[in-house]
C-alpha cells in the first residue's frame, strides 16, 4: 500500500506562519485531507479536498497540494493551534483502492 | 445534530474477540461511506476498515484484513467492527467515522467522528 510521510513536529511563533507538509504518491492521484487532533479528544476535519475548509474551521488554515506533496498552512498562529495534524487520502495503490491512508502525523507547538 | 457514539470497547486476551458499535444519529448511514479509524496509545491514526455507501463492499487494512469484518445494520443505524484473533497490536481507540459526501462509494474526507471506544488485548 502507499504511504504518506509527515515530520514529526513543527513549532511557529505565535502569530506568524507555520506550513506542514505531507509527502506521498497518493497524492499525485487524490486530493490530502487533514485533521486537528487535540489530547483526550477525536480528529477534527479542518481542509478537503485541496483547500475547503468545513463549516466553523477559521481561514487562518488553509490547504495546498502540488504533485506529491499536500500542504497545511496556518497563516497567524494561535495558541489554541497546539495540537497533531494528520493528513489523510485515498491509497492509490492497485490493490489497495478503496483503502484509505493515513500520516504519521505532525505535532505543532506555538511558541 | 450529527452524532457517532462508539460502545463495546473491552479488555481481552490475545486470540479473543470482540464486536464494536458505533451508533449513528442526526443522518442515515445508508446515504454514506463510513470507516473505523484506531489510534494505539501515544500514536498517530490507522484507518482501519471501511463500508462503501451502498454497502456493497467492503475495504481492510492489510494489518486486520482476515480477522475483522465490518457491516451495518441500516434498521438500528448502527455500524459495526467485528475484530477476532486480537493481538496485543490491536490496543487502541477505535472511532468510527463518516465521509462527507454522500452516496460515494469510497472517501477520505471524515467530517464526523465519534468518541472512541478503547480496546485492551493483554494477558
Given amino acids: ?111 | 445534530e450529527v452524532q457517532l457514539l462508539e460502545s463495546g470497547g473491552d479488555w481481552v486476551q490475545p486470540g479473543g474477540s470482540l464486536r464494536l458499535s458505533c451508533a449513528a444519529s442526526g443522518f442515515s448511514i445508508s446515504n454514506y461511506a463510513m470507516s473505523w479509524v484506531r489510534q494505539a496509545p501515544g500514536k498517530g491514526l490507522e484507518w482501519v476498515s471501511g463500508l462503501s455507501g451502498s454497502a456493497g463492499t467492503t475495504y481492510y487494512a492489510d494489518s486486520v484484513k482476515g480477522r475483522f469484518t465490518i457491516s451495518r445494520d441500516i434498521s438500528k443505524n448502527t455500524l459495526y467492527l467485528q475484530m477476532s484473533s486480537l493481538r496485543a497490536e490491536d490496543t487502541a481507540v477505535y472511532y468510527c467515522a463518516k465521509v462527507r459526501t454522500p452516496m460515494v462509494e469510497v472517501d477520505s474526507n471524515f467530517d464526523y467522528w465519534g468518541q472512541g471506544t478503547l480496546v485492551i488485548v493483554s494477558s
Fill in chain 1, 1 to 111: 500500500s502507499s504511504e504518506l510521510t509527515q515530520d514529526p513536529a513543527v513549532s511557529v511563533a505565535l502569530g506568524q506562519t507555520v506550513r506542514i507538509t505531507c509527502q506521498g504518491d497518493s497524492l499525485r492521484t487524490y486530493y490530502a485531507s487533514w485533521y486537528q487532533q487535540k489530547p483526550g479528544q477525536a480528529p477534527v476535519l479542518v481542509t478537503y479536498n485541496y483547500n475547503n475548509r468545513p463549516p466553523g474551521i477559521p481561514d487562518r488554515f488553509s490547504g495546498s497540494s502540488s504533485g506529491s506533496m499536500a500542504a497545511l498552512t496556518i497563516t497567524g498562529a494561535q495558541a489554541e493551534d497546539e495540537a497533531d495534524y494528520y493528513c489523510n487520502s485515498r491509497d492509490s495503490s492497485a490493490d489497495h483502492l478503496g483503502n484509505v491512508i493515513f500520516g504519521g502525523g505532525t505535532k505543532l507547538t506555538v511558541l
